[in-house]
């Protein structure tokens, strides 16, 4: 068996690598290039250098999308990652009924696109926002930020839960009666016990949060495409709209050095985010 | 443990990268959605016989115009059944030109046709165009000026020329005691507006349908209206573009956008969200007097007998500016074809004449004229039964003159939405800050996107 896996593995693996190579690989380094060029389409860049990299410094939309883009992740994360605690920690009470089906209840919205529940949430919030008097999506700031997280936090609750829930399902019962039998509180046996032992699954969401948020495109581009004035614009959808919105080819190699730097800070934040919490991880 | 945890990581992580997709950091790669059903490979054995350079070649037209991408592939297969020469029609979804032309461009098999919507946007595709100056269908134009041209290259060549105004029901209009000829400047516009706004309740409907700035609608404010004050300047300094504008009349096009917006069928504030179909609806179900739009929306004003030529007017858009009883409706074009200089030669043969044959053709002209409802600026051009087109005719034959479309010389989209922001949000609280803010997106705008793109 072993012999065989080992014999036939590669060609098992060659149709995924193949995709892989074709669909990953090759373009992120074209995109790489890309960066370094002046083009309208990609089969006449022309190489400028560094050109593109120092305009984005000097473009001031850039920079405030990512300050835009900083504050939402922290809030974000923040909030999707207590509250799918909270929930996880509910639902895997023994004597509560129906577990299974809040569940899957909560785990729905992650089944709808982000345009939809994007267009969605746009109607339900601009409905509130006019009964209450206040300025619409398209004109209020605070409400397209505030609009954005409360988004993020339905679709992503419910996925992260069942993260959580896998990772308490495995502290050994074991641990935690003998908890109970030196006579924790349910509050201690949480922070001293549980809370250690589900540490993985908190690398994972803080992870999948983390980049969720940094990378955040359809649900910006559909309940706020950036309104007003480009305050509630997201660095994806910056990038977008350096691409696309704008015509002239010095445009395309500007959105594409914006694509590389973003890239980058995506991976850098998310491997400091990795070791921070990976560290803290206990062996059973 | 590690090891089920390992395995739940991973498909975690699978199964992340499938919700979220991953083309954020190579957004060059990623093909346009929709524009892949073309087969666009020519049939060597169908090759006309006539034209020995275009053997071969086939046709491959990037429309721009959704609402008439009916007949243009009605044209396309008249067209092959007549030349053997095959021609593929795709659309382009409303507002995603650009895009789906920037992505098929980069295919092998790339558009032959494609449009560009002026001088801005010809800057974007410029190595792209085919010079035109000898070709049959350039000798075709009534008038060079419907060319886009640089020194002696032609870049593209406008195909359809088209008016907007304010369409007004003129029954409405009647049922509220005002003809069609007593609107014949801002003031008379602004007293009867204001007029059927007191008595709104009463008349059962208002005097505009609501100036919607969400995107499918905000380009008749931020576009088509901001022309006027661009075009009275113009005029004014004696010039046709400018890379600073002074925005001297932008006054009147704050007064014209207080009158569209504070005698409408909905609050001001509510506008942000309000559609360009919104808008056709309320006038479609006679809660509106006046509409703005242009002679493309004939089509879906008279659609199932919803309107006949006799209930519908055009009215030139009055913003209290110039000769106004000499102001005629805003006729131009922001529609040119381009032909790609990139393509197999072949294929460049075979669309110039496709395009030729399309205006010179009893059947291309019939179907421009009939089926598109377009005036097109050739020799062979057939009378259009469009309604609106007839009238802007007529207005020109009193003598009055056009308003050119300016437009076109907008610096960038992002002028164009720095200005539709700022007035949406000017419309929602009616204060002078409100618009001063308007006025740096329009002033201070427009030279800092003139020097980003040039």
Known sequence: MEKALRKYGPLFVLPTFAAFLIGFVYPFFQGLYLSFCQFTTINNAKFIGLGNYLKVFQDTSFLD??????????????????FAFALALILTRDHLKGTNIFRTVFFMPNLIGGIVLGYIWQILINCILSLVGQPL????????????????????????MIIYIAGLQNVPEALTEAASIDGATSWQTLWKVKLPMVMPSITICVFLTLTNSFKLFDQNLALTAGEPAHATEMLALNIYQTFYARAGAQWKGLGQAKAVIFCILVIVISLIQFRATHSKEVQQ | MKKKLLSALLTVAMSAALLTGCGASTPAETP??????????????????????????????????????????????AYTA????????????????????????????????????????LANWKDYCYDLAG?????????????????????????????????????????????????????????CAEDITARSAELGFS?????????????????????LPIYFEYQEEGIASTPAIKGTYLDNYRAMWDLYINNSTCDPAELSAKTGDDSRAEFLDGKAVFYQNGSWEYGSLTAEGAYTDDDLVMLPIYIGAGDEANQGLCTGTENYWCVNSQA????????????????????????????????????????????FVKQDTAYTAEGKTPVSWNFTTMPSEEWKNGVGSALTAYAADQTDANWDAVVAAFVDGWATEYSLAN
């Open chain 1, 65 to 82: 999308a990512f300050w835009f883009t900083a504050l939402f992740s922290v809030v974000s994360i923040l909030s999707i990652n207590v």
């Open chain 1, 137 to 160: 999506l398209a004109l209020n700031t605070k409400a397209g930020y505030w609009g954005l997280i409360i988004l993020m936090c339905w679709q992503q609750i419910g996925y992260m």
């Open chain 2, 32 to 77: 346009a959605e929709g524009g892949d059903t073309t087969q666009t490979e020519a049939p060597q054995e169908e090759a006309p016989q006539e034209e020995a350079s275009a053997e071969g070649g086939s046709v491959y037209y990037l429309n721009f115009k959704p609402e008439q991408d009916e007949a243009w592939q009605k044209l396309a297969e």
């Open chain 2, 82 to 121: 007549e030349t053997g020469v095959e021609v593929t029609v795709v659309t382009a979804a409303s507002g995603q030109y650009e895009t789906t032309l920037m992505s098929e461009m980069g295919k092998s098999s790339a558009p032959t046709l494609f449009q560009v919507n002026g001088p801005v946007g």
């Open chain 2, 135 to 191: 070709s049959d269908v350039y000798g075709q134009l009534t008038n060079e000026s419907f060319a886009l041209k640089e020194g002696d290259v032609v870049y593209g060549i406008g195909y359809v020329i088209e008016s907007y105004g304010l369409i007004a029901n003129k029954t409405l209009l009647e049922t509220a005691g005002y003809k069609v000829e007593d609107i014949n400047s801002f003031e008379a516009l602004k007293a």
């Open chain 2, 207 to 227: 005097a505009f349908s609501s100036a919607g700035m969400d995107g499918s609608s905000d380009w008749r404010f931020k576009t088509h209206l901001a022309n």
């Open chain 2, 344 to 387: 197999e030669e072949a294929d460049i043969q075979a669309t110039l004449e496709f395009i030729n044959w399309c205006v010179t053709s009893e059947a291309g002209t019939t179907a421009m004229a009939n089926d598109m409802g377009f005036v097109i600026p050739f020799k062979a051009a057939v009378e259009s039964p469009n309604l």
